[in-house]
């Protein structure tokens, strides 16, 4: 069974840093691309950042580009999402999901930004 | 960037009705177009990718069509369960982009 289980959400200072993690288990990690889709409270999905199978591609969407870093270990079967430079609108629940379609998706971690 | 336009933005609907959900892309994107179901506190699940193809585990009662810029997911005899939010997203090229979100609610 494919099982996508995030962690690292919190509350964070505006300004501050976060690294939210995303394990895989029941699949082949290493053959799929990843994603992080991030959904502020009451509002729709947003496509945050997607990593290709060995780390080849990476992309991001603008409204994060230079502050917020996508990673990959294979070894460990687990997606990475650094988050610097934190601001309001960064609030939300972070989902990772697998591949190109986004066929399965974790419960999704909480980032809090306030001061 | 492509932007993804999904009509109705909210629909009221009788259990055992056919509803059916438009999602418009601003430019072509052949059939690299997905659907999802979301419930209040729950992730996000998947329905159908490649515009019609269905998804493991996923009744048959939800369907998908179109390919270009024009697409329809359709969800036939609604039951309670079905009541949830439908997003259509574009998985052509990047940025990926979602559609605003059609909230399908019981009459």
């Known amino acids: 069974e494919v099982q996508l289980v995030e962690s690292g959400g919190g509350l964070v200072k505006p300004g501050g840093s976060l690294r939210l993690s995303c394990a895989a288990s029941?699949?082949?990690?290493?053959?799929?691309?990843m994603n992080w889709v991030r959904q502020a409270p009451g509002k729709g999905l947003q496509w945050v950042s997607s990593?290709?199978?060995?780390?080849?591609?990476?992309y991001y969407a603008d409204s994060v580009k230079g502050r917020f870093t996508i990673s990959r270990d294979d070894a460990k079967n687990s997606l990475y999402l650094q988050i610097n430079s934190l601001r309001a609108e960064d609030a939300a629940v972070y989902y990772c999901a697998r591949g190109g379609d986004h066929d399965y998706w974790g419960q999704g971690t909480l980032v809090t930004v306030s001061s | 960037d492509i932007q993804m336009t999904q009509s109705p933005s909210s629909l009221s609907a009788s259990v055992g009705d056919r509803v059916t959900i438009t999602c418009r892309a601003s430019q072509g994107i052949s059939n690299y177009l997905a659907w999802f179901q979301q419930k209040p506190g729950s992730a996000p699940k998947s329905l159908i990718y490649?515009?019609?193809s269905l998804q493991s585990g996923v009744p048959s009662k939800f369907s998908g069509s179109g390919s270009g810029t024009d697409f329809t997911l359709t969800i036939s005899s609604l039951q309670p369960e079905d009541f949830a939010t439908y997003y259509c997203?574009?998985?052509?090229?990047?940025?990926?982009?979602f559609g605003q979100g059609t909230k399908l609610e019981i009459k």
């Open positions: 990593i290709s199978s060995s780390s080849i591609y990476i």
């Open positions: 997203q574009q998985y052509n090229s990047y940025p990926r982009t």
């Open positions: 029941g699949f082949i990690f290493s053959a799929h691309s």
């Open positions: 490649a515009a019609s």
